[in-house]
């Protein structure tokens, strides 16, 4: 009988391998709310480019979370949407099916406040230009500040360890939006032993900086960079999925797909479902180089409709960058040379590449250098965009 592939490319692993100090981290803060029914402390932030797991690990937590018995409220921003109608719609939703909706009063406040940020959304909910400050409602943060308070305390009082929001894509929320949660989180702060709650948010590399122009205290949040796999977990996750079905990996083929994947958790989903379906294995087989190689049309043709995607976004002052870049022939690469490519001073480059940063198509790695977020993106322009 075949077996199904066990690699999810693009979707939430069925096998979590790795980020064992960062579920550590988390699980800490998850401890201080249910030992002692307080905040967790400042809002946690996981900030990385795309494809290396924030959203795995926020999902992990919420697991790990309701085994607790934390009630859990999701909020998944979207570019140009209003992230506290959502946040209050998903905090609502979770009290309904914990049943702890039941207390008319805390009900009451939740429908209000619903209600109140459907209304200062209108006026509130914008784009800012980069380095200007909110102008945020008051009103909308003590409608936040008491939302989360009534929810989080109706939730202990049942019995449950208290509530657990998680923003996901926290750098596509409209700025002022952002100013509002991070100031009602700091007013909950000051009453931190009535408030058993923890925000836990992800976004892009771009994000860390957004939440410090939002609010000058919003510094004080809790920063979790998320890198690339090592070698040692690359192996992992391709190895651990495939050994629950009976399925082992030869050795030379499992160096060519960490070789192919850098480190990177989506391209080793991919790389080990390419190959999967190519060697279509039953339980007892072994995994060779000539699957893996079978698999490589399917494995390229989608990293190159990404690196498609990321280049057609671009600019052209952008293109000239990532063409800068690429023509370069190594994984990092030094500013200087970008902009001697360019044929422009250093300085000059400083806007095209936070644009770039921002949107997570490149990344620093090393004062003065750069790189790829994703693997194999430099050869793609190279060939076909420089050729």
């Known amino acids: ?34 030992a002692y029914g307080e905040l967790a402390g400042p809002p946690v932030v996981l900030h990385a480019p795309r494809g290396l797991g924030k959203t795995t690990l926020l999902r992990d937590t ?54 109140e940020f459907a209304i200062f959304g209108v006026g509130f909910s914008t784009e800012f230009a ?48 952002v100013g509002v949660l991070l100031n009602a989180m700091q007013n909950l702060a000051g009453r931190r032993a009535e408030n058993p709650l923890a925000l836990m948010t992800a976004g892009l590399p771009s994000t860390p900086e957004m939440i410090m122009r939002a609010a000058t205290f919003g510094e004080r949040s809790e920063f979790i960079g998320i890198d690339r796999f090592d070698d040692a977990d690359s192996r992992r996750v391709l190895e651990e ?33 390419s190959t999967w379906q190519a060697a279509a294995p039953r339980t007892g087989d072994t995994i060779e180089l000539d699957d893996l190689h ?36 190594e994984e990092i690469v030094p500013r200087e040379h970008i902009a001697t490519t360019m044929g422009r001073e250093s300085r000059a480059i400083s806007v095209p590449r936070a644009r770039l940063i921002d949107r997570g198509v490149i990344e620093a790695a090393g004062r003065g250098r750069l790189r790829f977020t994703l693997p194999g993106m430099g050869a793609w322009i190279r060939e076909h965009q420089r050729g």
């Open 62 to 115: 919420e697991d790990r979370a309701r085994e607790l018995g934390f009630v859990t409220a999701w909020v998944a921003c979207a570019k140009g949407s209003p992230m506290l109608t959502e946040l209050a719609a998903s905090v609502r939703r979770a009290l309904i099916d914990a049943e702890v909706l039941d207390d008319r009063s805390t009900k009451r406040v939740l429908d209000t406040i619903s209600v």
């Open 241 to 273: 999925p495939a050994q629950e079905e009976g399925v082992g990996w030869a050795a030379d083929a499992i160096s060519a797909g960490l070789d192919i994947a850098d480190g990177n958790p989506y391209l080793l989903q991919l790389v080990g479902d």
């Open 130 to 177: 980069r380095g200007a400050a909110p102008e945020v409602p008051t009103g909308a943060i003590s409608s936040l500040e008491r939302m989360l308070h009534e929810a989080a305390a109706a939730i202990r009082a049942r019995g449950g360890a208290g509530l657990l929001v998680l923003i996901d894509e926290l750098h596509a929320a409209p700025y002022a939006e």
């Open 294 to 329: 079978a698999g490589e049309d399917r494995m390229r043709g989608q990293l190159a409709a990404m690196c498609r995607a990321r280049w057609d976004s671009a600019s052209d002052l952008e293109q000239a960058f990532l063409g800068a870049m690429a023509d370069y022939g």
């Open 1 to 34: 009988m075949l077996i199904p592939s066990p690699f999810t490319p693009g979707d939430l692993p069925r096998v979590l391998v790795g980020r064992a100090a960062e579920r550590r981290r988390l699980a800490d803060l998850l401890a201080r709310v249910t």
